[in-house]
């Protein structure tokens, strides 16, 4: 799924009026996943993972330790224990 980052977020547009995003900032060497958002009429297809996924591409390009803030994003971590390495601890 193609997406782009622009603006502290990771965009994936979805159809010609829906859009679905991953707000972060960068603290030091640290991600942090702030925020996720989906449509309603998209949930439960996969959006989201590939929204933190692209998080994940952006983080080990960019030598960065992620933080997940947001709900989605830290259960996703827990489903995917093999990024376990790239999760800031403490």
Known sequence: MDYVIK???ILIQLDRRNIAH??????GRSLFL????????Y?????????V?????????NNLSIVPVCEFAVEYF?????????IKQG
Request: net charge neutral; charged share 35%.
């Open 53 to 61: 996924k692209a998080s994940i591409e952006y983080a080990k390009k």
């Open 22 to 27: 991953l707000r972060f900032h960068v603290e």
């Open 34 to 41: 702030d925020s996720t958002f989906t449509p309603p009429e």
């Open 43 to 51: 949930r439960g297809k996969g959006i989201g993972s590939e929204l």
């Open 78 to 86: 827990k489903k995917h224990t093999e990024y376990i390495d790239l």
């Open 7 to 9: 603006d502290n977020t």
